[in-house]
């Protein structure tokens, strides 16, 4: 775990404080008031090309930037707790990591909860990326990533694939990964007062409408309770603030337990997904250590063999 | 389901509205906090004996009603989410039940946490049902009872008694109770305002001190999850106030699935663990249900065949 300096004087420009939430609040106006919170993501990249594409059943875009090298590729799966978000509400995000790790994203726009509840969005996942290996772009060269339930959404992808006997990815990276629908996390308590953009009531809402029924502890649903055995090498951020700490952690513990090469990095004083605010220095850290850890796990062996 | 006519006006009677809740108050501060929620509970039942009594390795009571006939016997689980309570907390409430009831009551003084977390309270609720079996008492004669965590005990404990292959006890009742450590029933959400004695903050500090880093999904701590198939008729009663309403809706449903007699009755208006209160019309209207439900489920065969 890396600490980084406090930087609570910065708070009042991440002001993003939530209403009382209204347990009776219907999906249009949840989703408005989760939309809210990608309003201070900024700018799409420079430099990079947006091509929508048909993934499969299923709509996506390519997120290209100019320094992306031929083979590699970041499979992008974005947040919104399964029922909100998209491709374009998470795209300035995904073109600075993909710019910084000189790789290509792709990112399907899966179905989302309440009208396309659990297990949808894990199978439009997985289906992306059975889509990627049709296109000719072998495994040793993506690399899963993920926000928030999208972060979540790359671990059970990967327990899906693993099950199914598939070749996994080259590595798994996420910011800020909700893994746990039962909320179990010590930090939904302790950090609610800390954390401006998610609480266990907004959770556990989204939470409703995704399982509509299901267990909150089945693994393809909490990756937390799966079994992390086979998984690639994994690298998860968060924020000291967010109530979902504590998914970050126990995710480290839980791939750890399985003898999985984990990396997870706690930066202090920040809050949930502040990899989305891009004047912040730890932004910056935070995009830049993905970025290494993405090009660490995909070397471009054709390059390096042409050098020899 | 039964429904009771709305009793807001008698909420200001009921009030015992928290502060909001300190997820770093010390374990002593914990149970101080709960101990004010059975200040109301009232005198213990006139007439009726209290004798402590030596459980195999742990303390416990008899409460002994002069209306006791000699073979039926209820044994009890009182709550306190199994970091708070005793015997002594819950007599007034028992002995009422056990004078209506016509039955003695045993209630252990099962281990609590975080000194002894899960699964200790289960292993000494277990081994009280068998100490009972070597008193010469039949399964055909106990009926488990519990409220609250001591709820949740019940089915907890009678998974692990028949997973051992032991028989089982003639019925089931609960008050109130908590079967789900994940927090995941929607009355957690809904009944946030109106529920004064429980909340979620609370319940769970109460399941991290219990679990330990268990699973909050494992069945043995939150039978929601576990498998009804071969229980003994069941009933359980809920305020259609609280936040663990659903945990008995559920509870309910989970029976049902496996084909177990059940029966769910919500009181509306009522707030957890109403039966606490004596002087509500509801409390007693609860009661004598719950006493017919363990007289009809344990029959005194000896006196009826004496009559034949």
Redesign the interface.
């Known amino acids: 775990m890396m600490n980084w300096p406090r930087t609570f004087s910065r708070r009042p420009a991440l002001a993003r404080r939530q209403a009382a939430f209204d ?2 609040a219907s999906i249009e106006d949840l989703r408005e008031h989760i939309k809210h919170f990608w309003a201070g993501f900024g700018p799409v990249q420079t430099g990079v090309d947006v091509q929508p594409v048909l993934i499969s059943a299923i709509r996506g875009e390519w997120v290209v930037p100019e320094s992306a090298t031929g083979r590699r590729v970041i499979l992008y799966f974005h947040g919104g707790g399964f029922i909100a978000g998209s491709p374009e509400s998470h795209r300035a995000l995904i073109s600075r990591l993909a710019h910084a790790a000189s790789a290509r994203a792709l990112v399907p726009q899966y179905r989302l909860a309440p009208e396309f509840p659990y297990p949808a969005a894990l199978r439009d996942a997985a289906d992306a990326y059975r889509w990627l290996l049709t296109q000719g772009i072998t495994p040793a060269n993506i690399v899963f990533a993920g926000d928030g339930s999208g972060g979540g959404l790359v671990f059970a992808t990967l327990l899906a694939l693993r099950n199914a006997g598939l070749p996994l990815p080259a590595g798994a990276l996420c910011f800020s990964p909700w893994a746990d ?4 996390g ?1 930090s ?3 950090n ?1 007062a800390n954390d401006d953009a998610l609480s ?2 907004l959770l ?2 989204c ?2 409408h995704y399982l509509k029924g299901a ?3 089945e693994p393809f649903a909490s990756p937390l ?1 799966g079994d992390f055995r086979g998984m690639p090498p994994i690298m998860i951020h968060a924020g000291s603030l967010e109530v979902l700490k504590d998914d970050a952690s126990r995710l480290g513990e839980r791939a750890a337990a399985a003898n999985i090469n984990v990396n997870v990095e706690v930066y202090e004083g920040m809050p949930h997904l502040f990899q989305g605010l891009p004047e912040l220095p730890e932004s910056k850290v935070s995009l830049t250590r993905a970025a290494a850890f993405i090009k660490a796990r995909t070397p471009d062996v054709a390059l390096r063999r042409a050098a020899q």
Chains 1, 2 share one sequence.
């Open positions: 347990p009776s629908m039962t909320l179990s010590w939904m308590l302790k609610k266990w009531e556990a809402t939470a409703r267990s909150p502890a309770y």
